[in-house]
């Protein structure tokens, strides 16, 4: 079971549909001001003995000055390492606390549990 929330206190659109994302639908975040992640995965469904890296996957309706891609971005939210395929939940989250200037045009693909590259 995988699930994602989003927490926000503004207008959120939840169920864009974007044909080109790993997701069924996505939530377009409309003028908020505070907003917050959190994605949780059983561990049975998971590799043991690797450590997975958990991403916010994410993009820009429109263009934006300060990101030079247009396409979807990610950024890590933490790691962790599973150790045995047992019944387990992991609960990654990501929280604004003290950044009230409104943003808006936010399409949220999900958050994505994958296992970390060696370097």
Not at 67 to 88: L, V
Not at 111 to 117: D, Y
């Given at each position: ?89 992991v609960n990654c989250c990501v929280w604004e ?23």
């Open positions: 079971m995988r699930e994602a929330n989003t927490v926000a206190d503004g207008l959120a659109k939840a169920g864009v549909m974007i044909p080109t994302t790993g997701f069924s639908e996505v939530a377009e975040l409309v003028g908020i001001t505070m907003i917050g992640f959190e994605g949780n995965i059983e561990t049975k469904i998971l590799s043991p003995k690797t450590t997975y890296v958990a991403y916010l996957v994410f993009k820009f309706a429109e263009c934006r000055y300060e990101f030079r891609g247009h396409g979807w971005m990610e950024t890590e939210m933490g790691e962790f390492y599973n150790e045995k395929e047992e019944d387990g939940v606390i003290d950044n009230w200037f409104s943003k808006h045009s936010l399409i949220v693909e999900g958050i994505e549990f994958r296992p970390k590259q060696s370097s």
